[in-house]
C-alpha cells in the first residue's frame, strides 16, 4: 500500500443545526482511501454515511454543516479549520474554494453516484444526449468526439446496443441499467476517486449482483478508488478491500475485509453479522440486532452502542472509546470497545449493566467472552467475569 493516501479524512465532525437540536450526523470520524481500493462505509440507517460521503465534496447543505476536521485530497485541502488570532475557528487560507471544487475537483477528480438514478437523470432529455453534455462540458470535447465517447462508455458499462439506447429516455431503462449508465456518467471523466452512496440497494439481487461485477471490472481496468456505502455487509464481502464500520456518527471498527468478518472486533460488527443472511445458515438462525438505533440528536452516554450491547457493562455508560488498534499484523485493525485490553478502564472488573436480566446478561457476556479473542483469557485478578460463571 502506497504510503500517501488518495483521500485522508480526520476527525470530521458535520451537524445539523435543527429546532430540535444539534444532529450530530458525523462525530469524529477518520479514514484513508488509498489508489485503487474499494473502501465500505457501511451501517444500519441513520449511521451517518450519507452525511460523511457528502462532507467530502463540502456538499451538505442548510442547516448542515462541517464543523470540525480536516479532509485532504492529493494533498489538497478539501476541509480545514484553524485557530484564529481570538482563539476562534476559521477556515484555513489553503482550503479550496467552492468554485476549485465545483470546476477542478467535483466530476474530474471525485465522482459521486446516488442511490436512485432518477433524481441524477433528466427525464426530458435522452440518456445519450445527458452523457455527451455532461462529456462535453467537463472534458471541453467537440459535440461529435462527446457523442463517440458517450456510446463507448455505454458500451464500457454492459449496456446493449449502445447507439440505439443513445436516443433513449431514461424511463426507457430498467433500473439497472439507469444505475450502469450513472456509471458511465462517474467514469466519464476518469477520476481518482468514486463515491457510490447505495447505488445498488433498490435492484433485485441478480442486477445487484452484474453491477457489483461490473464495478470489480472496472476497478482493474481504470485503477479507480471507490468509497462504497452500503447498509449490506454482503456487499460488503463481494467488492470492498476495507472497511468502516459506523454507528450513531462515529466509525466503531475499521479492519480489511477479511479481518472484519473472520476477526470481528466489536459487538456492534457481530450483531450486524449474525443479523445477515449467509449461505451456510437458515432464516432461523439470523438474529435481529436488538433495539433500534438511538437518534443522533442526544446519543446514548459513553459507548453508544451499549444500550443495545450483548456485551455491555456499567463501564460502559461512562466511558466514551474512540477506535484504536487491537489486532491486525501489517494492516491495522481498530475497534471502539472497552472490552479490549488496549483501553485499560476496568472492563473486566466491571459489573453488568444494571437493569439487564440477570440470566440473559449473565449469558449473553459469558458467551461473548469466549468467543472474543482478547476477553477469552482473563488475567488473574479478573473477578467479575469469572464470579458469574
Ligand atoms: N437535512 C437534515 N436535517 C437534519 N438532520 C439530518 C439531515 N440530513 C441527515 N440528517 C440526520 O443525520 C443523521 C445521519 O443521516 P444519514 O442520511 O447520513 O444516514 P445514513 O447512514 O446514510 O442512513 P441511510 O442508510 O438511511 O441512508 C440522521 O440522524 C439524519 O436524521
Ligand atoms: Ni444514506
Known amino acids: 500500500m502506497s504510503s500517501e493516501p488518495l483521500l485522508r479524512v480526520e476527525n470530521l465532525k458535520t451537524q445539523f443545526f435543527t429546532e430540535a437540536g444539534t444532529v450530530r450526523a458525523v462525530d469524529g470520524i477518520s479514514f484513508e482511501v488509498h489508489e485503487g481500493e474499494i473502501v465500505g462505509l457501511v451501517g444500519e440507517s441513520g449511521a451517518g454515511k450519507s452525511v460523511a460521503s457528502m462532507s467530502l ?19 489538497e485541502t478539501i476541509f480545514g479549520l484553524e485557530e484564529g488570532p481570538n482563539g476562534e475557528l476559521r477556515e484555513r487560507d489553503d482550503v479550496l474554494s467552492n468554485e476549485e471544487i465545483r470546476t477542478r475537483i467535483r466530476g474530474n477528480e471525485i ?50 446496443d449502445p447507439e440505439q439506447r443513445y436516443e433513449e429516455y431514461p424511463h426507457q431503462f430498467s433500473g439497472g441499467m439507469r444505475q450502469r449508465v450513472l456509471i458511465a456518467m ?3 471523466c476518469e477520476p481518482s476517486l468514486i463515491i457510490a452512496d447505495e447505488p445498488t440497494t433498490a435492484l433485485d439481487v441478480t442486477v445487484e449482483g452484474q453491477i457489483l ?27 470492498c478491500d476495507r472497511v468502516n464500520v459506523m454507528y450513531l456518527g462515529e466509525i466503531i471498527e475499521q479492519a480489511s475485509v477479511d479481518d472484519l468478518f473472520y476477526d470481528t472486533q466489536h459487538p456492534y460488527t457481530s450483531a450486524l453479522l449474525d443479523s ?24 446514548p452516554s ?4 451499549h444500550p443495545r450491547c450483548p456485551d455491555a457493562r456499567e463501564v460502559c455508560k461512562r466511558v466514551h472509546p474512540e477506535p484504536k488498534v487491537v489486532a491486525g499484523d501489517g ?19 466491571s459489573p453488568p449493566l444494571e437493569g439487564r436480566e440477570p440470566t440473559s446478561s449473565g449469558e449473553d457476556t459469558a458467551s461473548a467472552d469466549s ?18 460463571e
Open 331 to 349: 494492516e491495522p485493525h481498530r475497534a471502539a470497545c472497552v472490552k479490549h485490553d488496549v483501553f485499560d478502564v476496568g472492563y473486566e472488573e
Open 111 to 160: 465522482a459521486v453516484i446516488f442511490q436512485d438514478p432518477m433524481e441524477s437523470l433528466n427525464p426530458v432529455f435522452t440518456v445519450g444526449g445527458q452523457l455527451r453534455e455532461f462529456i462535453e462540458l467537463n472534458r471541453g470535447l467537440p459535440e461529435d468526439e462527446a457523442k463517440a465517447e458517450a456510446i463507448d462508455m455505454l458500451r464500457e458499462v454492459g449496456i446493449p
Open 302 to 305: 459513553g459507548c453508544r452502542f
Open 186 to 188: 462517474a467514469l466519464a
Open 371 to 388: 468467543d472474543s479473542g482478547l476477553a477469552a483469557n482473563p488475567t488473574a485478578d479478573d473477578g467479575g467475569g469469572e464470579n458469574r
Open 213 to 239: 461485477d461490473l464495478v470489480d471490472e472496472l476497478q482493474a481496468k481504470y485503477g479507480t478508488s471507490f468509497i462504497w456505502v452500503t447498509h449490506d455487509l454482503g456487499v460488503v464481502a463481494e467488492i
Open 276 to 299: 445477515m443472511p449467509r449461505p451456510d445458515r437458515t432464516v432461523d438462525e439470523l438474529e435481529p440486532i436488538e433495539g433500534v438505533m438511538p437518534e443522533a440528536i442526544d446519543p
Open 57 to 75: 465534496l463540502r456538499l451538505v447543505e442548510d442547516p448542515g454543516e462541517i464543523v470540525a476536521g480536516e479532509i485532504t485530497y492529493k494533498g
